[in-house]
């Protein structure tokens, strides 16, 4: 079995992975991610016990029980860039053997679930609601660094995206991955559902316009009229497609759930998103225990 080197994976002194500062006795296999580090306390004050509380850089941990049911919360920071550290990350604390540097001959599936916010992109998608991201659709550009396919369904969803959008000119050639069968299946009452675009920034990627002019003025309303099948694009965040993509290609399930903050088409934005993301967190954590 190829020893993976120091250099590729890196193992501080207290034996934990580089950015995390997790070791692998400190992780759960249901992990919750948030993008704010502020978010992760907000998720662990609903354990019944904390067990280990860890952080580097933006990059916390806490791991705990509700009941007998070990969950992780770990918050990532924003941008796909930041999800290719944390799910790669994850995957080695699981997967590969920090004595002999080694991936595991068994493999472990985890289930990754976000809980993050969002911006609406349909007008029926009201400011405080929730959505479950039945797909990720990338308009950033980690995936194409890895080795990936799609399904057939994938494929045809991402052809007629790229015939819609006129996107593959301007933009870095979208990708698409669906979300974890096994998650997406208990989060249906109280939850929207939609494929999410998954934007490389927040303004000009999500087509917002403070003093610079946008190169693709249109792309906005073009993901909001997309249509295929009894499929449409719901919301756009910035995490959503590199957790799915990655996260699958690695065996694991992988879920994202949004507050909604934003209505773009409405151009409404949450009186009080701090109070829609704990009643995401409450409603959803309940959930999570369970599975
Ligand atoms: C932008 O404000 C951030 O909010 C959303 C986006 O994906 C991006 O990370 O998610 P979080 O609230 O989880 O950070
Ligand atoms: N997060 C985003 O990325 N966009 C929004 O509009 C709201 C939250």
Excluded: W
Excluded at 27 to 53: C, M, Q, W, Y
Excluded at 96 to 123: M, V, Y
Excluded at 189 to 215: A, D, K, M, N, W
Excluded at 219 to 242: P, V, Y
């Amino acid at each position: 079995m190829q020893r993976i080197a120091e250099s590729e994976l890196i193992i501080n002194n207290r034996g934990a992975v580089y950015h995390l500062n997790v070791r692998p006795d400190e992780l759960a296999n249901t992990i919750i991610t948030v993008g704010d580090p502020d978010r992760v306390k907000e998720v662990s004050k609903h354990f019944d016990k904390v067990e280990h509380t860890l952080q580097h850089r933006e990059f916390i941990t806490h791991t705990g029980y509700i009941g007998k049911k070990r969950i992780s919360v770990v918050s990532t920071g924003i941008g796909p860039d930041n999800i290719d550290i944390v799910v790669n990350e994850l995957d080695a604390l699981v997967n590969i053997d920090f004595e002999t540097r080694t991936i595991k001959p068994n493999l472990t599936s985890l289930h990754l679930i976000r809980l993050g916010t969002s911006g609406a992109l349909q007008a029926n998608i009201p400011v405080d609601g929730f959505v479950v991201s039945t797909h990720g659709l990338g308009i950033d550009n980690l995936l194409h660094f890895y080795r990936h396919d799609n399904n057939e369904e994938e494929k045809q969803l991402l052809q007629a995206f790229i015939t819609h959008t006129q996107s593959q000119d301007s933009l870095s050639y979208p990708y698409i991955t669906g979300a974890g069968s096994q998650l997406l299946k208990h989060f249906v009452e109280g939850y929207h559902h939609g494929i999410t675009v998954t934007c490389p920034g927040f303004y000009g990627p999500q087509g917002r316009v403070l003093r610079l002019g946008l190169s693709n003025p249109a792309l906005i309303d073009r993901l909001t009229q997309f249509r295929f099948g009894q499929h449409s694009i719901t919301n756009f965040e910035m995490e959503t497609s590199a957790i799915y993509g990655l996260g699958k290609m690695m065996g694991h399930q992988c879920l994202s759930i949004s507050a909604i903050v934003a209505n773009r088409v409405k151009k409404e934005f949450s009186k009080d998103g701090g109070a829609a993301v704990e009643n995401l967190i409450k409603k959803s954590i309940e959930i999570i225990s369970k599975i």
